[in-house]
């Protein structure tokens, strides 16, 4: 019979939450801190009792038996009833002796000690020695034999020996509760100062959702926290970032797509007006380049939107783990570069080098290079496109230079950033953003660009990646 799996977890409605979870942290930290030390407490306490209780009754016993034995091994005295008994008798102040017949008579102060079958075994000669714990008199028995047929038996209170017993449990419970508190005070102090921090993350983060400032929060120390505040403050900063790139990815697009929806817009406005039946009639030749006009202008938007979409995937941080031979990536670039230019000459040298890249986007960085290139090249021109490693940089060069006019020196600076076009190129195609995402993808994979002069005298736009030589590789 199969058994029904589980029903999947609600993520709208989670079940609420236990009771520890609703505990604050600084709390728990303080009962964790208070147990461990009433746990400690109580282990050394207990320890210290027992060992305290052991000894006293040991040194007790010992005492005991010590006097029982110098008691019979002592000197007598002979008695008003010419019995000789022990001089402890009149000398034995806090202990109660008196000496016990094998056949059972007990002669001594009338104040006995407690009598057993244990101390009569010992005046018969059956046990050389005996020690208990007489419990209705709450108090210590000892019997060891005294001449013939004879034991002499002593006891003494236990009440002494409990006294200071209870006053040692006092002191222990007494100061385990304070060290209780002392601790349950010390670990609230330091959670509320170790949490100090955390409650900072807690206050920014709350800040953030709720109005969006994204100012960094203060570094104190070095410990863990504060590189936790530092990691946060980093992603603050990229976070800000990343909010201003797209501010103003938005507000060029938004410049850059302005034109060319008015004049489409204005396009369509005069074809529909001319539509009208009591409109005048547009000639054939009006018509034609009104839709002419329309076509590129669709186009041009076409062109735009994608560009912005590459570059909006360029802005978002992506892991880079893919080998890539960058040999092919040029190559495949170079087909689809000679497909849209067939009039442009291509003159290729590439040396192996292979990269952790993504081997789309640098096909994309390469194929803007190659694009860029054809368009400033007149028909019959030559592109030239090296590939060869630097040498003691661990980093390969990518050159693609054109036989066209060249960049001005005061425009190279400028030819990568977004919607950027020189004056000698606002009446070609284009959005402005080809070599912004060349720029894009060379620096998200820890390289540069660089504009220059070419020395066929056209322009030079250099890309450089890091990686390793196939060469350098195999050995």
């Known amino acids: 019979m199969a058994v029904p799996a589980p029903p999947p977890p609600d993520l709208d409605n989670p079940p609420p939450p236990s009771r520890l ?9 303080t009962w964790l801190a208070a147990m461990c030390v009433a746990g400690a407490v109580a282990l050394v306490s207990v320890g210290a009792f027992v060992t305290v209780r052991d000894s006293l009754y040991q040194q007790l016993d010992d005492s005991l038996t010590e006097r029982a034995v ?11 009833d010419l019995q000789q008994v022990p001089v402890a008798f009149f000398v034995a102040t806090n202990f ?79 100061m385990g509760g304070a060290g209780i508190l002392l601790a349950a005070a010390a670990g609230t102090a330091v959670a509320r100062a170790g949490l100090r921090p955390v409650q900072r993350l807690t206050a920014a983060t709350e800040r953030v959702a709720l109005t969006g400032d994204l100012r960094p929060i203060p570094v104190s120390g070095d410990d863990e926290l504060a590189r936790l505040t530092a990691s946060f403050n980093g992603m603050l900063s990229a976070l800000a970032e990343s909010q201003e790139r797209q501010r103003r990815l938005v507000a060029d697009a938004g410049h850059e797509l302005r034109t060319p929806l008015t004049s489409l817009r204005t396009n369509l406005e005069l074809l529909l ?51 890539v ?42 194929l ?16 030239r496109v090296d590939l060869y490693p630097e040498a003691g940089t661990g980093l390969a060069a990518l050159e693609v230079a054109d036989s066209g006019p060249g960049i001005a020196e005061a425009d190279r600076p400028y030819v990568f950033e977004r919607f950027y076009r020189s004056s000698d190129a606002r009446t070609l195609p284009g959005s402005g953003l080809g070599l912004s995402i060349v720029k894009q993808v060379a620096e998200r994979h820890g390289g540069s660009v660089l504009a220059a002069e070419a020395p066929e005298g056209g322009a030079l736009l250099r890309m450089t990646l890091p990686g390793n030589s196939q060469q350098n590789e195999q050995q």
Request: aromatic content about 2%; charged content about 25%; hydrophobic content about 40%.
């Open 70 to 80: 110098e008691a019979a091994e002592g000197p007598l005295v002979r008695t008003a």
């Open 368 to 383: 803007n290079l190659l694009d860029n290139a054809a368009k400033w090249s007149p028909d019959g021109g030559h592109v």
């Open 273 to 323: 007006a001319a539509a009208r039946p009591d409109a005048p009639a547009l000639s054939e030749q009006d018509r034609r380049e009104m839709f002419s006009d329309v076509q590129a202008q669709v186009e041009e938007l076409s062109a735009l939107v994608g560009d912005l979409v590459e570059l909006a995937r360029e802005d978002t941080p992506q892991a880079v783990h893919e080998p």
């Open 96 to 174: 109660k002796i008196n000496v016990l017949s094998a056949d059972g008579t007990v002669f001594g102060p009338e104040q006995r000690p407690p009598m057993s079958v244990l101390e009569l075994s010992v005046a018969k000669g059956e046990v050389q020695r005996s020690l208990r714990t007489d419990k209705p008199s709450n108090s210590r028995v000892v019997a060891v034999p005294t001449g013939r047929n004879a034991a002499l038996v002593m006891s003494t209170s236990l009440q002494p020996t409990q006294r200071t017993l209870a006053q040692l449990s006092v002191v222990l419970v007494v």
């Open 21 to 29: 979870q609703r505990v604050s942290l600084r709390n728990r930290v």
């Open 325 to 366: 031979d960058l040999v092919d990536v040029v190559e495949r670039a170079l087909g689809r570069a000679r497909r849209r230019a067939p009039r442009t000459e291509f003159d290729v040298r590439l040396n192996p080098w292979v990269m952790m890249g993504d081997a789309t986007a640098l096909e994309r960085a390469v």
